[in-house]
């Protein structure tokens, strides 16, 4: 607990930094206002109505109340801490009937220092923070037969994300047959569901299988209302090849159409990120019967299109590593008391060296200003105030929730630009500042005002003095 206090005080204390550097971006805006507009149906400008067009997250609802309150961004990212870090504690309650202290302890160290976890706390907010803990919750719950919590937490899970569901799904549905089989075996000594021997088989049975039923009707009404009603379901183009633009076409197209499907989805990058992930536990989970709850999750992220979803420091890894976490507690509590030492040793050593070469926390570029003259920034955001205005990512985010209307891209709604003509941004440098350049040469915009390389643009049919 120590250990997870103190490094949940290292990222906050780097968070701090990192905010008032103005060094958060796209994503931390989009869900700040969000979070902001649970009441208004999760809306956002960056994303140009509701949150739901993109992802089922009705579980955001529950950091409403903080963000009211505070009327801060930073406010999530001190939740996505809180939530990340409390998945160890977890961790270690999870196994501790089944192995000493010190292994437990060991057990949890290994998993806080993962690189794909902790990197989590001090990335920008996403809603898959909430999946660590809760994945882990529903299965103490379920070993400790713990009813009620274990349908909350299921509950709690599926309305994460409607593909953080789907893992949720097939651990369930992994939990029931792993449970109908202990049933019919003639065993008298029951240690216990990780263990897969539960003293009550057949209740374990019943309610996972009940569970993962309404998990898939929650899931599967999702799908059809955001094909009814939103236009269809956005994350569908990570998935798009020229052999199948859905994700369960990808999947089809493994067996049916191989020959196209395997060159394309076989990849050094994939197969980098998968040894990554395992090299972080000296594949100790390959060696457990639970790491089959990971391979949904895995899957999701490796069939994606987009390299950004496949590389350490991505929230993606959030779907497969709580349950890549546990199948590790698993493995390592089989392991004969006199090898633990050295394996949890070698795992510790990898983190380490991971953490000094190839930390994904990346301080050094995030710890620093987005851009040399803040107070020119700040100046040029005041005196447009609450408007529909679009700016940089990183400013649009510190400015979310006082200005609402505000806009991470170029909008056609948008009546006010505040942009930095020195940006370090080559996305700003090569698409966006021509189209301002342009828009300023068709007087479809004009130069309102100036603070130093900042620049404030209007909209010619504005008629708002400032």
Known sequence: MAFTIGVATFIGLCTIVRWNDWNYGYDLGIFSQVVYNVP????????FGT??????????ALLWPLVALFKSPLVLQWSAIVLISAATPMLYLLFRPYADERTCTWIALCSLFNPFLYSQAFNEFHELCFLP????????????????????????????????????IAALLTITLVAGVSGRSTTTRRRGLLLA??????????????????????VGGYFLYVNAYLGGWEPTTFYHYAFATTPFGVIVALFLRPMQAWPTLVTLGRAGYLVEALVCTLFLPLRSRWFILSIPGLAIVLLANSIGVWRIGAQYALLWLPWLMVAFGEAAIRLAPEKRGRWFLGVAGVLALIALIGNPLHLGTYLRPSYDDLADARRALAK?????????????THISIS???????????????VYANDYPNRRFQKIIKPELERMVKIEEIRVFARYGQVVIYRRVAVAKSL
């Open 51 to 60: 949150h739901f067009h993109y992802h089922f997250s009705p579980i955001l």
């Open 133 to 168: 803990v809760l994945a882990i919750v529903l299965l103490w719950a379920l070993d400790r037969e713990r009813w009620i919590a274990a349908g909350i937490a299921a509950m709690l899970l599926f309305c994460v994300r409607e593909d953080a569901a789907i893992t949720g």
């Open 197 to 218: 021997e539960p003293p009550h088989a057949r209740k374990i049975m019943w309610l996972s299988l009940f569970l993962a039923a309404a998990g898939s009707a929650i």
């Open 40 to 47: 208004r149906g999760f809306v956002d400008r960056p994303e």
């Open 384 to 396: 447009v105030g609450n408007v529909a205005l679009s700016t940089h990512d990183e400013w649009q």
């Open 403 to 417: 200005d609402p209307l505000a806009n991470s891209v170029l909008s056609p709604s948008s009546q006010w630009f």
